[in-house]
């Protein structure tokens, strides 16, 4: 707590009454308006006007925060087609049914050698030959995309992965002629590893 504000305020040294005649005023005694119960409204207003610039100033460093660590998961430069990358996800949509479903799950891609698409924490974990690579997608910073045709057990397909408005997409879709897997992963983050 501040101690109190001594405050003197001038004095007019005249005052006139109902009657317009003048009085001096040099009589009355200067007051402590910290102890006499009256406010100082100003500083009221001053230590208020504080308070809400702290508060707004606590506001924007968390604001900041969010936008550059959400900024800085994909702010992370690499070649998709020679780095190793870890490619985060939190769920995928079943582009055959439209059913969604939520799990962590990761691909890690080696270059344009093989993939790995890591799901249960690592539990499960597979690993696609990758056959070739198209496309020209050479920095994770700026918009592209790579299709990798890969082949997994008697599945063959392919994996595209696309970086557009600032948002990544990945495409797993395998078949071996009866069955089709056909998943759209929203990509929430990436390492480069």
């Given at each position: 707590?501040?101690?109190?504000?001594?405050i003197?305020?001038?004095?007019?040294?005249?005052?006139?009454?109902?009657?317009?005649?003048?009085?001096?005023?040099?009589?009355?005694?200067?007051?402590?308006?910290?102890?006499?119960?009256?406010?100082?409204?100003?500083?009221?207003?001053?230590?208020?006007?504080?308070?809400?610039?702290?508060?707004?100033?606590?506001?924007?460093?968390?604001?900041?925060?969010?936008?550059?660590?959400?900024?800085s998961?994909?702010?992370?430069?690499?070649?998709?087609r020679?780095?190793?990358?870890?490619?985060?996800?939190?769920?995928?949509?079943?582009?055959?049914?439209?059913?969604?479903?939520?799990?962590?799950?990761?691909?890690?891609?080696?270059?344009?050698?093989?993939?790995?698409?890591?799901?249960?924490?690592?539990?499960?974990?597979?690993?696609?030959?990758?056959?070739?690579?198209?496309?020209?997608?050479?920095?994770?910073?700026?918009?592209?995309?790579?299709?990798?045709?890969?082949?997994l057990?008697?599945?063959?397909?392919?994996?595209?992965?696309?970086?557009?408005?600032?948002?990544?997409?990945?495409?797993?879709?395998?078949?071996d002629?009866?069955?089709?897997?056909?998943?759209l992963?929203?990509?929430?983050?990436?390492?480069?590893?």
């Open positions: 707590m501040c101690s109190p504000i001594l003197n305020k001038p004095r007019p040294t005249q005052m006139k009454n109902n009657f317009n005649v003048e009085l001096p005023m040099n009589h009355l005694p200067k007051t402590n308006l910290a102890f006499s119960g009256v406010k100082d409204v100003a500083s009221q207003h001053d230590i208020k006007r504080d308070k809400i610039r702290r508060r707004l100033n606590h506001f924007y460093l968390i604001l900041l925060a969010l936008i550059t660590a959400h900024s998961a994909f702010a992370q430069t690499a070649d998709p020679r780095n190793t990358i870890q490619w985060n996800a939190t769920g995928f949509t079943d582009q055959n049914t439209g059913a969604t479903a939520q799990g962590e799950t990761k691909f890690i891609t080696y270059g344009s050698d093989k993939i790995e698409w890591v799901q249960r924490g690592g539990k499960l974990v597979y690993t696609l030959a990758v056959s070739s690579a198209d496309g020209v997608w050479t920095n994770t910073s700026t918009d592209g995309s790579l299709i990798y045709h890969v082949v057990n008697e599945k063959s397909g392919t994996i595209t992965i696309t970086r557009s408005s600032g948002a990544i997409s990945l495409i797993l879709h395998l078949y002629g009866h069955e089709t897997i056909n998943n992963y929203s990509i929430t983050s990436l390492d480069i590893l």
